[in-house]
């Protein structure tokens, strides 16, 4: 007889005995047939679910049991327990599958935002972006342009001369020849630009980066060309 076989049979026996002790355990059940078949089919089916609930102890029983007997009957043992108090014990399980799954749906879903938030900036740096009316948009650019000083146009420059979309306060300053403790004022100034909406932050992935970073949107690009412009026409 196989290793498979012999596991099965354990399983079905013991289920349907530890049914039957459980029918028996209730002084208030009735002798009657759909009473001890609905007793018997829970044993089963919580004897049929101790294999699933060794592996979420990560027990190897069941590899145990193939090289030795006695290992039979500890898992004849587990299998019985559980379908004595198999309704206790499905429940149970269940629930136990169900948070980690749920858990674990989390975690991808924190995961995925995260990722989607990393993506957005070369999206956007690489879509042109929908404008609805020239002169309106000309306009903001305008009234834009006039709320910077000469340090927002070289951090916002830094950011797009970069080979890097996303950048940090801390490389920023480094890039412009800035003191270490300027990464503040930077920070600062970025979260003010955010407020207008010429650049945009990023979290970062924790623990990696729990730092923000930055990265230059359309409207910043824009604002930038428009001041090169102006440059190149003064020039």
Same mark, same amino acid.
């Given at each position: 007889?196989?290793?498979?076989?012999?596991?099965?049979?354990?399983?079905?026996?013991?289920?349907?005995?530890?049914?039957?002790?459980?029918?028996?355990?209730?002084?208030?059940?009735?002798?009657?047939?759909?009473?001890?078949?609905?007793?018997?089919?829970?044993?089963?089916?919580?004897?049929?679910?101790?294999?699933?609930?060794?592996?979420?102890?990560?027990?190897?029983?069941?590899?145990?049991?193939?090289?030795?007997?006695?290992?039979?009957?500890?898992?004849?043992?587990?299998?019985?327990?559980?379908?004595?108090?198999?309704?206790?014990?499905?429940?149970?399980?269940?629930?136990?599958?169900?948070?980690?799954? +749920?858990? /674990?749906?989390?975690?991808? *879903?924190? $995961?995925?935002? #995260?990722?989607?938030?990393?993506? =957005?900036?070369? @999206?956007?740096?690489?879509?042109?972006?929908?404008?609805?009316?020239?002169?309106?948009?000309?306009?903001?650019?305008?009234?834009? +342009?006039? /709320?910077?000083?000469?340090? *927002?146009? $070289?951090?916002? #420059?830094?950011?797009?001369?970069? =080979?890097?979309? @996303?950048?940090?306060?801390?490389?920023?300053?480094?890039?412009?020849?800035?003191?270490?403790?300027?990464?503040?004022?930077?920070?600062?100034?970025?979260?003010?630009?955010? *407020?207008?909406?010429?650049?945009?932050?990023?979290?970062?992935?924790?623990?990696?980066?729990?730092?923000?970073?930055?990265?230059?949107?359309?409207?910043?690009?824009?604002?930038?060309?428009?001041?090169?412009?102006?440059?190149?026409e003064k020039a």
């Amino acid at each position: 007889m196989t290793h498979e076989v012999t596991v099965a049979l354990i399983m079905a026996m013991t289920g349907i005995l530890g049914g039957l002790a459980n029918f028996l355990s209730d002084d208030n059940l009735k002798f009657e047939f759909r009473t001890v078949a609905k007793s018997i089919v829970l044993g089963v089916s919580a004897s049929v679910m101790v294999p699933l609930f060794l592996s979420m102890i990560s027990s190897n029983l069941l590899l145990e049991s193939s090289k030795s007997t006695e290992s039979y009957f500890i898992l004849a043992g587990f299998c019985m327990v559980a379908s004595i108090f198999s309704r206790s014990f499905i429940n149970g399980v269940s629930s136990k599958i169900l948070n980690d799954l +749920k858990q /674990k749906t989390e975690s991808i *879903d924190k $995961k995925v935002d #995260s990722y989607e938030e990393h993506v =957005k900036p070369l @999206i956007e740096r690489s879509e042109e972006p929908e404008i609805d009316s020239n002169e309106a948009y000309d306009f903001k650019v305008e009234r834009v +342009k006039s /709320k910077l000083n000469d340090r *927002d146009i $070289k951090i916002l #420059s830094a950011i797009d001369g970069s =080979k890097y979309t @996303i950048r940090t306060s801390g490389g920023i300053a480094q890039q412009l020849g800035m003191a270490v403790n300027s990464r503040e004022i930077i920070g600062r100034r970025l979260r003010e630009m955010k *407020d207008i909406t010429l650049v945009d932050e990023v979290k970062g992935i924790e623990p990696t980066s729990p730092k923000p970073r930055w990265y230059l949107t359309n409207l910043g690009r824009a604002v930038l060309r428009s001041l090169n412009n102006a440059s190149d026409e003064k020039a």
